[in-house]
Each structure stands twice: as C-alpha cells, then as structure tokens.
C-alpha cells in the first residue's frame, strides 16, 4: 500500500504538472498566431522585417498584453538571428540557439521548466501562411513563482489527500482482520472444545467395544461349553437309554405280529439313536484349548473328510500356534458350518479352504464349485440357522465375514478375524 501510495502521488503530480505547462504552452501558442504571426509572414521571402512590418509588429506585442507577463520575449528567425526581443541589448542580434529554439522548428511547441528559478519557457513556431513551415520561433520566459508555489500546495494537498486515503484503507483492513481473527479465534475454541468432546465420545466408544467383544468372546466360550456338555449328555444319557432299550427289545419275543410291530420300534430307535450320535458329533468341538491353531482347524478339515467321504483341496500359511481360545472355537465352528454347507448344498464338488495370515489378520476361505447362490440376502433371511449365525459369531469377536457367489459359479466365503502375534519356532 505505501508503493503504490508513492507511486500515485508521483503520478498525480507529475500529471498536474504536465497539464499546467501544456496549459501554458497552448496559451503563449495562441497568441503568437493571433498577435505575432500576420506581422512576420514577410520573413518567408526576406532576411530582414520591413521598417513598416516591424513597427506593426511592435505595436501589436505592445497591445496584446504580452509583455505583462513575460520576463523575456524574443522572435527567432533561421540562423540563430532573433529578429525581435523586448530586451534591446539583443535585439537584431546573431546568437547561438538553445535547445528549445532548435526543436521548436521541427513545428511543435516546446515547454520547458526551470524549477530554480521558477521559469517557464516556451518555444513556439511560427507558421508561414502559404506553405506551413515554420518561419520564426517565439521563445518567451515566465516566471510562474505564485504557480510553482500553487503547484507546491497542489503536490502537498496530493500527497496528504493519499497518505489519508492509504490511511483509511489501511485502517479497515486492520479493523477487517482483526475482526476476522477474533472469530477464527473463538470457532478455534469452539472447535478445540468439541474435538475433545469427541474425543471422549471415543474413548468411552472404546471402552464400550472393548466390553463389548470381551462379552462376545465369553459368550463364545461359554456357548462352547455349554454345546459340549449338551453333548456329553445326550450321548452319555439319552443316548445310552436308547442303546440299552434297543438291547432290552432284542431279548422281547412274541406273536409274529407282536415282532412286526417290534422291528418297526427296533427301527424307529436305530434310526434315532443314529441322529442322536450325529447331533452330539456336530456339538461337540475337539477340546481346542489344547491344540495349536493350525490343529484346530485341521482336525475339522479331516473329520468333515472323514464324515462326508469327500477331499477337501487345503492351502494353509504359517499361522501363529497361540491363538486365543475363542479365536478357535469360532474359526473351527466357521469351517465346521462352511464345510457342512458345500457338503449339503454343493454335493461336496471343488471344496477347497485357504488360510492365510498377514501379521494382523487371519482369513480362512471355504470355496465349492457347486450351483452357487442366486440371492444371498435372501438365503440369509430363509430358515436355515447355519450362515446368519456364522456371520454372527465372527463380527461379534471383532471379524468379518464376505460371501461371493452366483448361480452355477459356485460359493465362496470368507472369515477375517484380527489376530496379532509372533510366529512361534513351532509352528
Ligand atoms: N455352499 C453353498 N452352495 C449353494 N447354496 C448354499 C451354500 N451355502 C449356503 N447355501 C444356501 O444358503 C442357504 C442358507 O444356508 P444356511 O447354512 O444358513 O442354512 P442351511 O444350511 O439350509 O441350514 P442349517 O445350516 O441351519 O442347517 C441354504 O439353504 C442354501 O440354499
Ligand atoms: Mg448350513
């Protein structure tokens, strides 16, 4: 702003300056052409004015007011003579011409400023009125003292009027900014003051999740426990009791018809106590707690081989051996459904597991190429129990799971639990 606010009060001043010399300029011009030029036409064909001419001349300088305000007034023909001047002593004299007198005759007038004295010179041309070209220059002098201090006042009456303006601008900026950094600071509080309520939000979020999974992998666990004694007693209750009525029917006899209707319970006992064996093998997990991960979940690759009669194509990385308990219950139980699932619904066709680990996550993928799904969250809303509780399970403990299917391009589903630790020599 203090550029420019130089850089306008020269421009305004030199411009002021301009127009009063130009002003000037076009003022002596004037007079020339009126009072001076009809006098002197005779200079286009003499060196010399007649005596006639020049006491016309004279006589009109005299009447034109010119010599009021001049200091200096002479009329200048080619060859540096001045044929007139109001300073006898120069009067038809030869001299040597000055720069302005040089460059008047080019026919433009010239202005110039004596800034110590204070003076103004003007160099005017005069035409001939037959031809145009210059015949004679008039070189006046002005002093312009009550100008040049006008033009002082004017220069300070510029530069305060500016500095007043550079001022005030200067001044709305400052209220401007000021104002401006008052608000920024107060939305800064405001902001500091609702990122710590957010924190705390999050911290509280956090604790909330923490509890949350701890609660959910209890609940694994407890689940588990709870599955296998339901287990144990089916197979070491019920179980028994249907072994033992089915051993007490062998030894019944009777009519034929009495041992028709006997082999039809002999049947219906056989038959249950069959499901009864297969439910308590679907509860019952392997005690995991034992077992290294990797086990874990080979043990429920080779007893669903086993059950099912089928192959399953198995790729497994390096897997940390200390995994949690919940950890594994719910892989084995993801792998257990999964495999169940491509089983039943997939005829048992390209079942195929890989399970990879990256340092922070563990993802296990059970893939067939059966007939695939249409509608995935349509199976999911259907009544089998398998698939939602599946997902369940793993998002409750912090994981995630992804289905990829289609028809006839076979299923695809993944599990990905959080799991960080070191690989152990052993595994
Ligand atoms: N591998 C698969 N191939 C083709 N369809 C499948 C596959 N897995 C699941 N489905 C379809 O998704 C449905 C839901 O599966 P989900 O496991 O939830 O139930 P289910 O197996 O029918 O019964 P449950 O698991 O309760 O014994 C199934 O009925 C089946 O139509
Ligand atoms: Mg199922």
Same mark, same amino acid.
């Given at each position: 702003m203090a550029v420019g606010m130089v850089a306008m009060g020269t421009?305004?001043?030199?411009?002021?300056?301009?127009?009063?010399t130009t002003v000037k300029a076009a003022s002596v011009a004037f007079s020339v052409n009126n009072f001076i030029a009809p006098h002197i036409q005779e200079l286009a064909?003499?060196?010399?004015?007649? &005596?006639?001419?020049?006491?016309? @001349?004279?006589?009109?300088?005299? /009447? *034109? %007011?010119?010599?009021?305000?001049?200091?200096?007034?002479?009329?200048?023909?080619?060859?540096?003579f001045i044929v007139y001047s109001n300073e006898p002593h120069v009067s038809q004299q030869d001299f040597l011409e000055s720069s302005g007198v040089s460059q008047a005759w080019s026919g433009a007038v010239q202005v110039q400023f004596d800034d110590d004295i204070p003076l103004i010179k003007v160099f005017a041309p005069v035409r001939d009125s037959a031809t145009g070209s210059a015949l004679a220059v008039v070189e006046s002098h002005e002093h312009v003292s009550a100008l040049?201090?006008?033009?002082?006042?004017?220069?300070?009456?510029?530069?305060?009027?500016?500095?007043?303006?550079? &001022?005030?601008?200067?001044?709305? @900026?400052?209220?401007?900014?000021? /104002? *401006? %950094?008052?608000?920024?600071?107060?939305q800064?509080?405001?902001?500091?003051?609702?990122?710590?309520?957010?924190?705390?939000i999050l911290q509280q979020n956090r604790l909330l999740q923490g509890r949350i999974e701890r609660a959910a992998r209890k609940t694994t666990e407890d689940n588990e426990r709870l599955l296998r004694r339901m287990g144990y007693d089916l197979h070491d209750g019920v179980a028994q009791l249907v072994s033992l009525a089915l051993l007490r029917l062998d030894k019944v006899k009777?009519?034929?018809?009495?041992r028709d209707n006997l082999h039809k319970i002999h049947k219906a006992l056989s038959d249950a106590l069959g499901d009864i064996r297969n439910i308590c093998k679907g509860l019952l997990l392997p005690e995991v707690r034992s077992m290294t991960l990797k086990e874990a979940l080979m043990f429920m690759i080779r007893?669903?081989?086993?059950?099912?009669?089928?192959?399953?194509?198995?790729?497994?990385?390096?897997?940390?051996?200390?995994?949690?308990?919940?950890?594994?219950?719910?892989?084995?139980?993801?792998?257990q459904e999964a495999l169940n699932n491509a089983f039943k619904h997939a005829g048992g066709q390209g079942q195929r597991i890989d399970i990879a680990w990256n340092g922070a996550q563990i993802m296990v993928e059970?893939?067939?190429?059966?007939?695939?799904?249409?509608d995935i969250d349509r199976c999911m809303r259907g009544p089998g129990l398998g698939l939602a509780s599946l997902r369940d399970r793993i998002e409750s403990i912090g994981g995630d799971?992804?289905?990829?299917?289609?028809?006839n391009a076979g299923t695809r589903i993944t599990a990905s639990l959080p799991l960080v630790m070191e690989i152990s020599d052993a595994a």
């Open positions: 421009l305004v001043t030199s411009r002021i300056e301009k127009s009063v064909s003499s060196e010399q004015l007649s &005596l006639k001419k020049f006491e016309d @001349l004279k006589h009109a300088i005299d /009447h *034109s %007011g010119l010599l009021a305000q001049v200091t200096s007034f002479r009329i200048w023909r080619r060859g540096g040049d201090s006008e033009l002082v006042a004017s220069k300070w009456q510029i530069w305060l009027a500016t500095a007043l303006i550079t &001022l005030n601008m200067m001044g709305c @900026l400052f209220v401007i900014v000021a /104002h *401006s %950094g008052r608000i920024i600071d107060r800064r509080l405001a902001l500091v003051e609702r990122v710590s309520q957010l924190s705390e009777g009519s034929p018809q009495e007893t669903h081989e086993r059950r099912t009669g089928t192959t399953i194509e198995c790729t497994i990385a390096e897997l940390p051996d200390q995994a949690p308990e919940f950890v594994k219950i719910a892989l084995c139980r993801f792998i059970v893939a067939d190429r059966g007939p695939g799904i249409d799971v992804t289905m990829n299917s289609a028809s």
